[in-house]
Nanobody, 113 residues
Framework: VQLQASGGGLVQPGGSLRLSCAVSGTIFSINVMGWYRQAPGKQRELVASITSGGTTYYVDSVKGRFTISRDNAKNTVYLQMNSPKPEDTAVYYC????????WGQGTQVTVSS
C-alpha cells in the first residue's frame, strides 16, 4: 500500500486547511480509511475514519471542526480542518483502519498565530 499525504502547512487559529491523501496498491473503495496524527512527544492517535459507505468517526477533540471525506474514483481521502487550534499541531498521516504497518511520510500541520 502506498500512502501520500499532502496539504499541510502553517495555519492561524480559526483558519482552515484541507489535507489530501492519495492511496494506491489496494482496493481503495472497500477499505475503511483513517486520518491519524502525532504531536511531538505524544503517541500517534486516530483523528477520524470513514467507511466505504461514508460512515464517519471523529475523536472528541475535533468533532464539529474537522470533516473526513473520500473520493473512491480518485482513490483519495480528505480531511477538512476548520477552526484549528494550536493543540492540533502535529504530523498528519493517512492509513487504512485498522492501520497497516507502513505509514508514509505524513504532512506537517502547524497551528499558530
Amino acid at each position: 500500500v502506498q500512502l501520500q499525504a499532502s496539504g499541510g502547512g502553517l495555519v492561524q487559529p480559526g483558519g482552515s486547511l484541507r489535507l489530501s491523501c492519495a492511496v494506491s496498491g489496494t482496493i481503495f473503495s472497500i477499505n475503511v480509511m483513517g486520518w491519524y496524527r502525532q504531536a511531538p512527544g505524544k503517541q500517534r492517535e486516530l483523528v477520524a475514519s470513514i467507511t466505504s459507505g461514508g460512515t464517519t468517526y471523529y475523536v472528541d477533540s475535533v468533532k464539529g471542526r474537522f470533516t473526513i471525506s473520500r473520493d473512491n474514483a480518485k482513490n483519495t481521502v480528505y480531511l477538512q480542518m476548520n477552526s484549528p487550534k494550536p493543540e492540533d499541531t502535529a504530523v498528519y498521516y493517512c492509513n487504512l483502519f485498522p492501520a497497516r504497518s507502513y505509514w508514509g511520510q505524513g504532512t506537517q500541520v502547524t497551528v499558530s498565530s
